[in-house]
């Protein structure tokens, strides 16, 4: 895992990381089609619920950050604990979703921060 270089920040190790995360019990699955099939679209068959972003940010959110330390979010300012744009929420959610040490050269195992299952 890492693969990032010496000159790498917090946000080229989350997102290496997040590679770290899969395994073979989880490997998460990509779906596209092939390049025989290109011009071909899906097809929804139903729609059975339909939300807002805010609604699905907000709830995701509060889910991935139920996982991580509260004091994460309580060391950012006041105006970025909700902000979800802020560099400081945003550092909470990967530290939340991929463990404390995310923002660090292979700081991220399967194991650390929450469970890719649930």
């Known amino acids: 895992g890492g693969g990032c270089h010496s000159s790498s920040g917090p946000a080229d190790y989350f997102r290496s990381g997040a590679r770290e995360k899969l395994t073979l019990r989880e490997p998460g699955y990509w779906y596209s089609t092939l390049a025989e099939q290109a011009g ?17 940010t907000a709830t995701f959110g509060r889910l991935v950050l139920s996982h991580g330390h509260p004091a994460c979010l309580e060391a950012c300012p006041a105006s970025q604990r909700v902000n979800t744009s802020s ?31 649930q």
């Open 40 to 56: 071909l679209t899906w097809r929804v068959l139903s729609v059975d619920k339909i939300i807002s972003r805010d609604c699905h």
């Open 87 to 117: 560099p400081c929420w945003v550092d909470c959610f990967y530290r939340a979703a991929l463990g404390p040490l995310a923002d660090r050269p292979r700081g991220v195992t399967p194991t650390s921060g929450m469970d890719i299952a």
